[in-house]
């Protein structure tokens, strides 16, 4: 009759796990709308021929998968 409590088994439950939830959702917001209009919406910078917007979100990108595989190596 005693069961334990139930645990959500999508919250982080480690320390790690809440730094890569954490780290992945903020940067995540990065490449949402309101910033990618307001902030990283820029044609006129660019490098090699490629707009500033293209160039960023490429950075956002590359930063999330960073964060992923930073999680799969510390076993989150």
Do not use: C, K, Q
């Not at 069961?3 to 780290?23: H, K, S």
């Not at 307001?38 to 960023?56: C, D, H, K, M, Q």
């Amino acid at each position: 009759m005693n069961e334990p409590p139930r645990r959500f088994r999508f919250l982080p439950r480690t320390r790690d796990g809440r730094i890569a939830a954490g780290a992945f959702l903020a940067i995540f917001l990065l490449a949402m709308p309101p910033v990618t209009h307001t902030l990283l919406n820029r044609v006129e910078p660019s490098a090699f021929g490629i707009p500033f917007l293209y160039l960023a979100l490429f950075a956002v990108y590359v930063s999330l998968i960073g964060v992923l595989i930073w999680a799969y190596r510390r076993g989150v």
